[in-house]
């Protein structure tokens, strides 16, 4: 059955969380695993996070027994205890530029909470993360493991994986960082640029890289269940998202055949590509490389800067200044919340 999931809850209620279903039965639930998982999210001292700090300690209500999933929905909430709801109710009628604020409110009629951003706040990432590292402890049954890192902050370049060869052992160096890049001199240069852009009341934003390693060949379909709408989708639930490119991605532009084809070999008796250009998928199937794939995040929307925008209720024109906690820049937590919404995704694709 197809695995499914939904996230509930807004910024500023009492809770968020998430129900999981059709989980596979008997994976034991790495408790550890989990909250490391939620820690490598969560806001940090240092100027360089949101100063909104949360325990993030999930609660789960349904779906385990005995250290083991049972098999039937699991359903796990996580309390909001660090809110200031003060900081919208001035500006509730001002819709804030780039956030989902006007488009929430048509939607929903002017009934959506308002307060962080309400149901679409990156707060709701944390359940994500939380479903995800489930996610990760069925695929590791599997041999089946999800990495990410940040590749590029402002101009700023950290070392890409090795599409060919990338090596779980990679992944997890990179989770224990508080700076998810594998070279850390990049990865200090990343951070001048985010203090920069914190100091001059801006924004700024970057590219994930994820890579997902032993997927079997096989995996997905040609049509609209294909491995790459599959994984597409899941990402692109992530707030901040606005692209995603598989492998060469849009380099294939720019390039001729004979540059960018993934010539085969024999390797060990398995089929192999000598280069992974398409990112370990073809004809919208897995074809046993590692699967690779860039997302972008736009800047931080919430800048202190005063800017145009217009007041719903009055229906006028109007300027917002916005205050209250923000990241300068998402990059800084978004590298395990991109990995959590490939997991699930590769999960869902395998069945």
Do not use: W
């Amino acid at each position: 059955m197809e695995l499914r999931y939904s996230i509930f809850g807004e910024s500023h209620g009492p809770a968020i969380g998430v129900i999981i279903e059709n989980l596979p039965a008997g994976i034991v639930i790495d408790t550890d695993f989990i909250l490391a998982e939620l820690n490598r999210r969560r806001a940090k001292k240092g100027g360089l996070t949101t100063s909104r700090i949360e325990a993030d300690l999930p609660e789960i209500l349904s779906g385990v027994f005995e250290g083991k999933t049972t098999g039937t929905p699991l359903c796990a909430m996580i309390r909001n205890e660090n809110t200031r709801s003060e900081d919208y109710s001035r500006t509730k009628d001002l819709m804030r530029p780039s956030h989902a604020d006007f488009t929430g409110f048509v939607r929903y009629a002017g009934h959506q909470d308002y307060r962080g951003g309400g149901h679409f706040s990156a707060r709701l990432t944390a359940p994500l993360v939380f479903a995800g590292a489930i996610a990760k402890l069925c695929l590791r049954e599997k041999g089946i493991e999800t990495g990410a890192h940040i590749l590029q902050v402002g101009a700023e370049r950290d070392t890409a994986f090795d599409p060919v060869s990338v090596s779980p052992d990679l992944f997890r160096s990179v989770a224990a960082k508080d700076f998810a890049v594998i070279d850390d001199s990049a990865g200090e240069r990343m951070k001048a640029v985010i203090q920069d852009a914190r100091m001059n009341e801006t924004s700024v934003g970057g590219i994930i890289q994820c890579a997902v390693t032993g997927i079997p060949a096989g995996i997905g379909s040609p049509d609209r269940d294909s491995l790459e709408g599959i994984i597409a989708r899941n990402i692109f639930a992530v707030p901040a998202i606005k692209g995603i490119e598989f492998g060469l991605g849009f380099g294939f532009a720019q390039s001729y055949g004979h540059q960018v084809n993934d010539q085969m070999a024999v390797r060990d008796g398995k089929v192999v590509t000598l280069t992974n250009h398409n990112g370990g998928i073809l004809g919208g199937i897995s074809n046993g490389m590692p699967v690779i794939f860039q997302a972008v995040c736009k800047p931080t929307p919430s800048i202190s800067r005063p800017q145009k925008t217009v007041d719903i209720a009055k229906m006028g024109d109007a300027v917002i200044e916005i205050h209250g906690r923000h990241d300068p820049c998402v990059l800084t937590r978004a590298a395990v919340i991109v990995e959590a919404a490939a997991a699930l995704a590769v999960l869902e694709a395998m069945g």
